[in-house]
């Protein structure tokens, strides 16, 4: 009996031991991840980057456990996003994200680049941007350099707003609300607006969700909303997206 005790909490001390050590073990240098995502319309702040169309997207995150990371992402767009180019979107971007205490950091930078683009490839955009997290609220502020989208020349310095709220309503699912404000330094008109979006993902298990959002905007000038219209679809109304995602 004795001995039969012995051998059980000898058994429990290295079962402990070995927790302890795995709970110690080296944290990896580097992660990668990555994600595909079918969408029945590719907004982008707001505005259809489709026509209304699906989108087939996806990209890849490389992290360092300092903090610093690279990633790309990319997605089909409409002639109206690359105008006589491949029908892609491909996007480049690196930053450094650390925390202050309970408060999460990130400052980096992102090139959006649209393949073949014609006739301006200044279409692409480049931004700074900051971001700041706290709980389930988010903050983060873009910049851009060089033209906003190739649609006025002038446009460097273009802002960005974006603040968003996301949190869990049960085990499997979980919500997301986000108001973004655009404001374009061009002189011909005024292509300031705001957008709106809130969504709902469910997690499906393997890897896989299930989401659904209701996106919009306001406050786009009427001067300017020929510039969001294509073949009489209106890029800039309300409408409803949703989405099958897989991250590995």
């Not at 409409?78 to 690196?94: C, H, L, R």
């Amino acid at each position: 009996m004795k001995k039969t005790l012995l051998a059980i909490a000898l058994a429990s001390s290295l079962t402990s031991f070995g927790a302890v050590a795995a709970d110690k073990a080296p944290e990896p240098d580097f992660s990668i991840s990555g994600n595909f995502s079918l969408f029945s319309d590719y907004r982008f702040r707001g505005m259809s980057q489709t026509d209304t169309a699906p989108a087939l997207q996806g990209g890849f995150d490389m992290a360092h456990k300092s903090g610093v990371y690279l990633g790309t992402w990319s997605s089909n767009v409409s002639g109206w996003a690359n105008t006589g180019g491949n029908g892609q979107e491909i996007d480049i971007y690196g930053g450094y994200k650390f925390g202050l205490g309970p408060v999460g950091l990130d400052v980096g930078y992102l090139a959006y680049i649209y393949p073949d683009n014609t006739p301006s490839p200044s279409q692409g955009t480049r931004e700074f941007y900051m971001g700041a997290s706290y709980g389930p609220v988010a903050y983060k502020i873009s910049r851009t350099t060089g033209n906003w989208f190739g649609f006025c020349s002038g446009s460097s310095g273009s802002i960005y707003h974006d603040l968003s709220l996301s949190g869990s309503l049960s085990e499997k699912l979980s919500y997301s609300v986000h108001v973004g404000s655009q404001d374009v330094k061009c002189s011909l008109e005024d292509y300031d607006f705001t957008d709106y979006k809130v969504g709902l993902s469910y997690d499906l298990g393997n890897s896989f969700s299930l989401g659904v959002a209701y996106v919009t905007t306001s406050g786009l000038k009427e001067e300017a909303k020929d510039n969001f219209t294509q073949s009489g679809t209106k890029l800039y109304e309300g409408g409803a997206v949703v989405s099958i995602t897989k991250t590995f």
